[in-house]
């Protein structure tokens, strides 16, 4: 998943009014895929995509209840962006708990 392409996918939460289902791990009346997770997680460690993608992504991973997600939020909260570092743990205690 690029940035781009993370845009294109909240924007269509957005205008089908699906962001509070967004943030609990669907899309369009579907769960968000694994896939769309692990994708996630990795678009998180690039350096030049902006904090508020990032934090975007952050939340929504906090909230799925995956492997996936924990593994990706471990390893974001290892070396997180300045300005996240806050965020990124508090999505990772929600996603310990959605996980327990």
Same mark, same amino acid.
């Given at each position: %998943?690029?940035? @781009?392409?993370?845009?294109?996918?909240?924007?269509?939460? *957005? !205008?089908?009014?699906?962001?509070?289902? *967004?943030?609990?791990? +669907?899309?369009?009346? /579907? @769960? !968000? $895929?694994?896939? !769309?997770?692990?994708? %996630?997680?990795?678009?998180? +460690?690039?350096?030049?995509?902006? *904090?508020?993608?990032?934090?975007? %992504?952050?939340? $929504?991973?906090? =909230? =799925?209840?995956?492997?996936?997600?924990?593994?990706?939020? $471990?390893?974001?909260?290892? /070396?997180?962006? @300045?300005?996240?570092? =806050? $965020?990124?743990?508090?999505?990772?205690?929600?996603?310990?708990?959605?996980?327990?």
């Amino acid at each position: %998943m690029t940035e @781009k392409e993370f845009w294109v996918f909240f924007e269509k939460s *957005l !205008i089908k009014n699906r962001v509070p289902q *967004l943030f609990s791990c +669907m899309d369009n009346g /579907n @769960k !968000i $895929t694994k896939n !769309i997770v692990v994708e %996630m997680g990795e678009l998180i +460690m690039v350096p030049r995509v902006p *904090l508020r993608a990032k934090e975007i %992504m952050l939340m $929504t991973l906090a =909230h =799925h209840p995956s492997k996936e997600a924990l593994q990706a939020l $471990t390893r974001y909260n290892k /070396n997180p962006d @300045k300005g996240l570092e =806050h $965020t990124a743990r508090f999505a990772l205690e929600e996603c310990e708990w959605w996980n327990e």
